[in-house]
C-alpha cells in the first residue's frame, strides 16, 4: 500500500504561480500512472491531469491545458503539479492518487491511495 502526502498548496494573486508535491512512501511509484485531481466547495471532484509510470505521456484537463504541467521523480518517489497563470476558478483543494490499472483515466473510481489534500486558493 501506498501512502500519498501533498504539499505546497497556499494563497496566491491570479496570474501566480504555485508548485505543488505528492510524495509517497510505503513503496515505489516506479510502476505507476499518477494523477491530480482537484475539488472546490460544493462540487465534485474533478480531474486535473495525469501522467504514465515513465513521465513520457501526459493527459490533461481542457481548463488547465497550457498552464499546469505535470511531472515526476520516481527516484524522489514524488509527483509535482506546476501550476502557472492561476485563475480565481483554480481554488480548491489538490489531491493526488494512484491510478488503479495504469491508465491516464480522467474518473476519480480509476483511482486510489488518495492523499489528504492540500489547499490552493487564488485570490482576484
Known amino acids: 500500500q501506498v501512502q500519498l502526502i501533498e504539499s505546497g498548496g497556499g494563497l496566491v494573486q491570479a496570474g501566480g504561480s504555485l508548485r505543488l508535491s505528492c510524495a509517497a512512501s510505503?513503496?515505489?511509484?516506479?510502476?505507476?500512472?499518477m494523477g491530480w485531481f482537484r475539488q472546490a466547495p460544493g462540487k465534485e471532484r474533478d480531474f486535473v491531469a495525469a501522467?504514465?509510470?515513465?513521465?513520457?505521456?501526459?493527459n490533461y484537463a481542457d481548463s488547465v491545458k497550457g498552464r499546469f504541467t505535470i511531472s515526476r521523480d520516481n527516484a524522489k518517489k514524488t509527483v509535482y503539479l506546476q501550476m502557472n497563470s492561476l485563475k480565481p476558478e483554480d481554488t480548491a483543494v489538490y489531491y493526488c492518487?494512484?491510478?488503479?490499472?495504469?491508465?491516464?483515466?480522467?474518473?476519480?473510481?480509476?483511482?486510489?491511495?488518495w492523499g489528504q489534500g492540500t489547499q490552493v486558493t487564488v485570490s482576484s
Open positions: 501522467i504514465s509510470w515513465s513521465g513520457s505521456s501526459t
Open positions: 492518487a494512484r491510478a488503479r490499472m495504469g491508465g491516464l483515466g480522467v474518473s476519480p473510481s480509476m483511482y486510489d491511495s
Open positions: 510505503g513503496r515505489t511509484l516506479g510502476s505507476d500512472a
